[in-house]
């Protein structure tokens, strides 16, 4: 047996500009221009401002996920202190 069409099932064409509306290409939009910035920012609320000084600090265990993954762990552990932050960071 052979069905009509029904037109009732069928979507609405949908323009390009309504498919890309929610999608958000590059960076989000932040005050600051680096990424490690927001992070010390969050950090500051806990270890104070001293945590600005990690990223400058040299070593291949200053990275930005080591940071994040870092502060994690001691506000986990409610130690917050730098140096101990310090200590998480080269042992990641």
């Not at 509306?21 to 609320?45: A, N, P, V, W, Y």
């Not at 930005?64 to 506000?75: D, F, P, S, W």
């Amino acid at each position: 047996m052979h069905k009509e069409y029904d037109e009732s099932y069928t979507n609405a064409p949908k323009s390009m500009s309504s498919l890309f509306g929610e999608l958000q290409f590059g960076k989000k939009e932040t005050k600051h221009e680096f990424e490690f910035q927001e992070i010390c920012e969050d950090l500051q609320k806990d270890f104070g401002k001293l945590v600005w000084t990690i990223p400058h600090k040299k070593g291949n265990w200053v990275t930005n996920y080591n940071l994040k993954k870092a502060g994690a762990i001691a506000r986990k552990a409610g130690v917050t202190t730098v140096p101990y932050l310090i200590g998480i960071m080269k042992r990641l």
